[in-house]
């Protein structure tokens, strides 16, 4: 089996792109896997590409199934993190994992236009190759790939890549929630500001995307930030919690404020920076999604 452990870590990173969950894509590879042990090895010619073929398949498979069940999932649905720490073990099996705003947007294309987009931007695929693993011609593949690039570029995020930058407000947004101080916030946030909430029933989290600086700033004053944690120490007399820690750590290549207590997370919350303000902001609090997470060191 040396050959699929050769392989791992790219069809990890072929499933993911293409589903935005860690759990199914370790399902999909591990199905691979199952896959490759049932085959007589030493028919195929080239292992990498077989088993690229064979992950991409189960994953288009598993994201027509996923979609029919997000679409009764409470409230916004938002990709599953993976910490990109240097230390951290998803980054061996991850490399070069994109950001949650890509993500997002990758969300609202179609299954095959996923593929396609991932198969061929990410991993730079020949499109006659993407044609056989998808069922489609070359050139329907092609139409294909520039139909999703076009929409991934008309719906993505604007925001700034300079990561010091964005680390430095990252920085600034958890003193100012940490410190309760309203007006601290909303100056680092653009008045045109959208904050979406993925708590999954699971946890609190608005069920709709909220827009404007004041409504975003109200909004994370009042739930489970370092702001509220805060309000909840003085209400109580505490000059802290124990087990409570908050920092920031590499979420999906970019800086992430995550919140833990007693050693789990129970929130994270990636800022989008754009001209020196906050433009979008991601919190994700089901436990489901983020409890493969390790505290912010």
Do not use: C
């Amino acid at each position: 089996m040396s050959a699929f452990e050769d392989h791992r870590s790219l069809l990890t990173g072929v499933a993911y792109r293409i589903l935005g969950s860690v759990a199914d894509a370790e399902d999909v590879v591990q199905e691979a896997w199952l896959r490759w042990s049932g085959v007589d090895q030493a028919t195929v010619d080239d292992p990498k590409a077989f088993l690229i073929r064979v992950t991409s398949r189960l994953a288009i498979d598993r994201l027509r199934w996923a979609k029919s069940r997000r679409e009764s999932y409470v409230g916004p649905w938002l990709p599953e993190p993976i910490s990109t720490a240097p230390d951290a073990a998803e980054r061996a099996e991850l490399a070069e994992s994109v950001e949650l705003a890509l993500l997002v947007v990758l969300e609202t294309l179609s299954p095959l236009e996923r593929a396609v987009f991932v198969l061929r931007e990410a991993f730079d695929l020949p499109f006659a190759e993407i044609g056989e693993i998808i069922g489609r011609s070359e050139a329907a593949t092609r139409q294909l790939a520039r139909r999703a690039r076009d929409h991934v570029q008309e719906k993505r995020p604007r925001f700034d890549v300079d990561g010091t930058e964005r680390r430095r407000i990252t920085e600034r947004f958890i003193n100012a929630s940490a410190n309760g101080d309203l007006d601290a916030l909303i100056e680092l946030l653009s008045s045109e500001v959208t904050m979406v909430s993925d708590g999954g029933g699971k946890a609190r989290a608005a069920l709709r995307v909220i827009t404007g600086a004041e409504k975003v700033g109200r909004y994370l004053l009042s739930i489970n930030t370092p702001a509220s944690i805060a309000r909840f120490m003085a209400s109580i007399g505490m000059a802290e919690i124990a087990g409570l820690s908050f920092g920031v750590a590499e979420v999906n290549n970019g800086p992430a404020i995550v919140i833990s207590v007693e050693g789990k997370v129970i929130t994270v919350i990636s800022l989008l920076v754009a001209d020196g303000k906050i433009e979008t902001i991601y919190l994700l609090a089901n436990p489901e999604k983020i409890a493969h997470l390790s505290p912010a060191g």
